[in-house]
């Protein structure tokens, strides 16, 4: 098991920003697809951001525009800028990894199983959004 080490997060008002991190090391860029996941309580982990290994990114739909996802190769540690932040972002954020090789297709970079079966998951950051 590889642990994927996140930082970041905290409680904010609507409209400010948050920045996520987590280090990925050993993991590597260009042989895994990474992304953020976000869950509230009560409520299954749904994927919020994902870029591939030619750094091809998507979005969930209710975040696009405000929240970006990115990578520093050098010190492999993975971001999340969230932008206009706003109460419904509340909820707590893990990131992941998954080999490339085990993705079946496009359809399945949000696929929470996917990640839950042959991935590693981050221990978990609470963000919070008051209005």
């Known amino acids: 098991q590889v642990p994927l080490v996140q930082s970041g997060g905290g409680s904010v008002q609507t409209g400010e920003s948050l920045r996520l991190s987590c280090a990925v090391a050993?993991?590597?860029?260009?042989?895994?697809?990474m992304g953020w996941f976000r869950q509230t309580p009560g409520a299954e982990r749904e994927g919020v951001a994902v870029?591939?290994?030619?750094?091809?990114?998507t979005y969930e739909d209710s975040v696009k525009g405000r929240f970006t996802i990115s990578q520093d190769s050098a010190e492999r540690i993975l971001y999340l800028h969230m932008n206009n932040l706003k109460p419904e972002d509340t909820a707590m954020y893990y990131c992941?990894?998954?080999?490339?090789?085990?993705?079946?297709?496009?359809?399945?970079?949000?696929?929470?199983?996917?990640?839950?079966?042959?991935?590693?998951w981050g221990q978990g950051t609470q963000v919070t959004v008051s209005s």
């Open positions: 992941t990894a998954v080999r490339d090789d085990q993705v079946p297709g496009q359809w399945a970079l949000m696929d929470r199983g996917l990640y839950e079966s042959y991935g590693f």
């Open positions: 050993p993991l590597t860029f260009s042989n895994y697809v």
């Open positions: 870029i591939e290994t030619d750094g091809t990114t």
